[in-house]
């Protein structure tokens, strides 16, 4: 039997038992206090699992699990960091029958304050996501996250990228020839880091000048792992190289053969870049070791993602194809490509119009 009384700070509280746990609902009012029961019943009555004790904390834990089994090891590392890092701190501890859409939104727009709007984006779709699940799971009734509007995308930095002369001099830069292959690699194909370090003397096809992405090297608690699928459908593709960058290809296979054949207890993994025993390279390393080459050519905001951005450039100020960049890149979509890089086709258009009059004249 349902009671209710006024406490000492003169709110109103119902307490009642369900299923044998002891539920307390409050209000500056006797009848607040008594709607809130009352909704309460309604949900339990309505939906097959209602729960109204779970937090979020636990459920991102019950959400989790459910997701293992359907998303790459890299993706799960990526929800369990934004869940721990900022959903958890902020509203782990609500009840998600209790969370609403004002919640929500105060929650994003306090992280804005610290974090990039790409990142609160993400933010609001894991947590979309969860509590999507709990409504089909029957949890809850409503998915309150759905009615608030992700933050608008907004450019942080200004995308840094080499010259054809900058691009020679960063490469002049690099004595090892195992890092220079990298980076010649990373400036001719356009790939991410990722796919790179993932590449496979398997997917390299010397008579066809091409190299076919099918696997990526990610970090997963702080360790270089191989995951045998990639970021996306598109993500998957070939890409052709030029004579230079094959022939270099080559004779970097023979280094690394040799060095496979004189390491003892060496880790075959069939990688174009392998660590010091075979096993994949830490991802981190590359990204610091570009850091290290671009400040030697007086380029020090110039990241390891430059050299895809440089690759696509290049491309676009040569006169190439979008759709032809689109599909070196395995951007998910043309208009991806054109969003990203359409601070260039002012340029373009002033050299298509000088085309034009010289055609003309």
Request: charged letters at 25%; glycine letters at 4%.
């Amino acid at each position: 039997m349902a009671k209710i009384k006024k406490r000492a700070d003169g709110r109103y509280v119902l307490t009642t038992t369900t299923n044998g746990k002891r539920k307390y609902f409050y209000g500056r009012t006797r009848s607040e206090a008594q709607d809130k029961h009352d909704a309460f019943l309604k949900k339990s009555e309505t939906l097959a699992n209602f729960n109204g004790d779970i937090t979020i904390t636990e459920w991102s834990e019950e959400w989790l699990r459910i997701k293992s089994s359907t998303i790459t090891p890299g993706t799960m590392d990526s929800y369990r960091n934004i869940i721990q890092h900022y959903i958890i701190p902020d509203i782990g501890s609500i009840k998600l029958a209790d969370l609403t859409a004002p919640t929500v939104r105060r929650f994003l727009d306090t992280r804005l304050e610290t974090l990039s709007s790409r990142t609160v984006r993400y933010i609001h779709t894991v947590l979309s996501a969860m509590l999507k699940q709990a409504v089909q799971d029957e949890i809850i009734g409503t998915n309150v996250a759905a009615k608030v509007r992700k933050p608008k995308l907004q450019k942080t930095r200004e995308m840094i990228t080499l010259t054809p002369d900058e691009v020679k001099k960063f490469l002049a830069e690099i004595s090892d020839p195992e890092q220079h292959m990298i980076f010649k690699m990373a400036f001719a194909s356009g790939c991410r880091r990722s796919e790179l370090l993932g590449l496979s003397w398997t997917n390299v096809d010397f008579k066809k000048k091409t190299i076919t992405i099918a696997q990526i090297v990610i970090k997963i608690n702080n360790v270089a792992v191989i995951s045998e699928t990639t970021k996306n459908a598109s993500s998957r593709r070939s890409i052709t190289l030029d004579d230079e960058t094959i022939a270099e290809l080559k004779t970097h296979e023979k280094r690394v053969k040799k060095r496979r054949f004189s390491t003892p207890n060496w880790i075959h993994n069939d990688l174009v870049f392998p660590g010091k025993d075979g096993s994949p390279i830490f991802p981190d390393s590359v990204s610091l070791l570009c850091k290290k080459y671009a400040t030697k050519i007086g380029k020090p905001a110039f990241s390891m993602h430059g050299t895809r951005h440089t690759h696509a450039t290049l491309l676009i100020e040569a006169g190439v194809n979008f759709k032809i960049i689109q599909a070196r890149l395995g951007h998910a979509s043309f208009t991806e490509t054109m969003n990203t890089y359409s601070h260039l086709t002012p340029t373009m258009e002033y050299d298509a119009v000088e085309k034009i009059e010289q055609i003309l004249s």
